[in-house]
């Protein structure tokens, strides 16, 4: 495993126009950033697929300043470098096509043996989308598969959320830098995912978010983890550029199927018809990753651990996945309103149940 210096190999991959693949190119017939730099306009030439305006901007870049000042943000955030020759860099990365020289990471990007699913879609979900975005992320999370996302609005940021509450594990790719969350709100999330996983980008500290740089950012996601999981989106989502380079990977793609009606579902409907797996439950998923789903097992053990009056159990065995509205509860359990939202709050307090808007109640388990 090789070790390069890491302000060098900065300087290097800060060169306008280099590109990953060129910065490999050049490593492996100068060995160093050090040499790199130092070689001739001559023997720049000599390399395949570097022009002659590459061999100019290499021989003429000088980016001190800039490089110090990045190795000064990142102690200061308490992150770290981790380039491609690092034992800590991402296996699975690796494999891609454009994989990012140097990672700016803040937490830890690679865990030995870990099994990792990209969770995206849509920044507007609908009350459906975001239930199951809940119920995939905590089974996922029950069965050790880390949950990769993009920290965006929407779908990314109630996966994240779901995970983090569930103390497991969690990535997030920014196209921005680590130490410029997007959207701002979500600067507290981002904190707890660094304390359980990682907030990841190959963009420099510093650099805010720019159009352009998602959809780079979009092949991180997919190329971090063995299969992407799609929960609404249009025909237009920035979800699909990151299906896309799924495939392009070579790595498999699940789709939640929704509503024919809603515009939000038009883009998973259509991945379904071209042919991405369609998946119903955590099973359909889990037989691709060779794991056994603990879900039932677990939930009916964490439901054991509670200890529940008569009147809860009774309300709690008429609650679903589906919204239940306050109203259909109190009448299907032959209770008072008002007796049965209490019970509905202690069950909120014992985290056995979920209130969503408009007093409509779904089981949390």
């Known amino acids: 495993m090789q070790h390069f ?206 159009a352009v740089y998602f959809p780079r950012r979009n092949r991180i996601i997919s190329g971090l983890c063995t299969a992407t999981l799609v929960i609404e989106a249009g025909q237009k989502s920035g979800a699909l550029i990151t299906t896309d380079k799924a495939l392009e990977q070579g790595r498999d793609v699940f789709v939640v199927p929704g509503n024919i009606n809603n515009p939000k579902s038009a883009g998973c409907n259509l991945l379904i018809q071209q042919g991405a797996k369609l998946v119903s439950c955590i099973e359909d998923i889990l037989e691709e990753f060779s794991v056994d789903s603990r879900t039932a097992q677990t939930a009916q053990t964490e439901l054991a651990m509670v200890d529940l009056s008569r009147h809860e159990e009774q309300v709690f065995n008429l609650l679903s996945n589906e919204p239940m509205h306050i109203d259909q509860i109190s009448a299907q359990g032959g209770l008072p309103v008002s007796q049965t939202l209490s019970i509905l709050l202690s069950l909120e307090l014992k985290n056995l149940v979920k209130q969503i808007i408009g007093k409509h109640f779904i089981r949390a388990l």
């Open 5 to 210: 210096n890491r302000a060098t190999l900065l300087q290097l991959c800060t060169v306008p126009g280099i590109g990953s693949k060129k910065v490999c190119t050049l490593l492996a017939r100068f060995k160093t950033p050090e040499a790199v730099l130092a070689a001739s306009f001559r023997e720049l030439m000599e390399i395949e697929g570097i022009s002659k305006a590459l061999a100019t901007a290499v021989k003429n870049h000088h980016n001190d300043v800039f490089v110090q000042q990045q190795l000064e943000l990142v102690e200061k955030t308490q992150a770290k470098l981790v380039s491609y020759w690092d034992k800590q860099y991402p296996p699975l990365l690796k494999k891609i096509d454009d994989p990012p020289v140097i990672l700016f990471v803040r937490g830890e990007v690679y865990k030995e043996n870990e099994k990792c699913l990209a969770l995206v879609g849509t920044r507007s979900p609908s009350t459906y989308g975001k239930l199951i975005t809940e119920q995939f992320s905590r089974e996922l999370t029950r069965n050790h598969i880390t949950v990769v996302s993009g920290l965006a609005r929407g779908i990314d940021t109630i996966a994240h959320q779901t995970v983090v509450v569930m103390e497991g594990r969690t990535i997030a790719v920014l196209g921005s830098g680590v130490d410029m969350i997007y959207p701002a709100e979500n600067e507290r999330l981002a904190e707890k995912i660094v304390s359980q996983g990682a907030v990841v980008s190959e963009f420099p500290m510093g650099a805010k978010p720019e």
